[in-house]
């Protein structure tokens, strides 16, 4: 493990150019649960019960696709933990010039990464948009309809359905999104993975593009992931401790 801290911190030092990727895993320590460990999301409800088609299909889904979304997902308070401060460090120290996540919780934000080289991929629960005009709303005014079970938002402007901002199966990443997770991807010299399964595509495919144009790849993730065979340093730790340990390491080098 101590050999695998001290190379990591060694690339990072040597980078200039670090885009980081992350998936749930790097929240599960700030009381965020991932949707595929144990007592997971998708281990309590079925995957085909939030496809856009299901949204769209009748307002009795959308209503029962809302309950569960609130209860389960938005309006969660949350704090950025040691791994997300440390990313936000490596960004103030002009290393990381990417953070390219499949997280929709906000917290990569909060931890002070800024927001213009934070690339989302599955959008990002704060916001609503509407599918008539696209015109966004924070997620508070959820907050408000929660209260009456009945009402479901909709758009001020032209009426429309709500949707919280998030990618629903059988949608298309945002586009913007996922050009700019390519491209950095290209462009980096070292590839950081931290609490993601790589299971989901498109995402997934995002590493891959790193690897080829010659990036170093690093993953931490508490179990394997998909795409182990690529990575120059793979940690099976938690996201918050190794990251912790492995800015000490740097720190020292850069001494
Ligand atoms: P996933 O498939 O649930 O994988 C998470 C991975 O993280 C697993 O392999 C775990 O072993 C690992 N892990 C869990 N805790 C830690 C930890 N403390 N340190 C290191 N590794 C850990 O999640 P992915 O992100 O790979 O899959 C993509 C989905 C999950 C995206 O659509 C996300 O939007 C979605 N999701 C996001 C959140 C969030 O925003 N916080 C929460 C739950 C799910
Ligand atoms: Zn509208």
New binding site residues.
């Given amino acids: 493990m101590e050999n695998k801290i001290k190379k990591s911190a060694a690339l990072i030092k040597k980078a200039h150019n670090i885009a980081v990727f992350?998936?749930?895993?790097?929240?599960?320590?700030?009381g965020?649960?991932?949707?595929?460990?144990q007592g997971?999301?998708?281990t309590r409800f079925d995957p085909d019960d939030f496809t856009i088609d299901k949204f769209l299909s009748s307002v009795e889904t959308r209503k029962r696709m809302w309950k569960i979304l609130q209860e389960e997902?938005l309006l969660r308070e949350a704090e950025p933990n040691a791994?997300h401060l440390a990313i936000a460090e490596l960004e103030k120290m002009g290393k990381v010039k990417s953070v390219i996540?499949?997280?929709?919780?906000n917290?990569h934000q909060k931890a002070g990464n800024s927001p213009s080289i934070i690339f989302e991929?599955?959008?990002n629960?704060n916001w609503l948009i509407c599918l008539g005009c696209g015109r966004r709303y924070p997620v508070e005014l959820a907050k408000q309809c929660a209260t009456s079970a009945d009402d479901l938002p909709e758009c001020r402007s032209c009426y429309g359905i709500l949707k919280p901002d998030?990618?629903f199966f059988g949608e298309p990443l945002p586009e913007k999104a996922f050009l700019n997770a390519m491209l950095h991807a290209q462009e980096c010299d070292l590839f950081i993975v931290?609490?993601?399964?790589?299971?989901?595509y498109p995402?997934?495919d995002i590493p891959l593009y790193a690897k080829r144009a010659g990036a170093k790849i690093v993953i931490?993730?508490?179990?394997?992931?998909q795409q182990d065979e690529i990575a120059d340093v793979i940690i099976n730790?938690?996201?918050?401790k190794?990251m912790t340990r492995i800015m000490e390491r740097l720190k020292e080098l850069e001494k």
């Fill in positions: 992350t998936g749930a895993g790097v929240s599960t320590e700030s965020i649960p991932d949707f595929r460990s997971g999301f998708w997902v791994a996540t499949q997280n929709i919780d917290l991929l599955h959008g629960m998030l990618t931290i609490g993601s399964s790589l299971l989901v995402a997934a931490i993730n508490i179990s394997e992931t730790q938690s996201a918050g190794t």
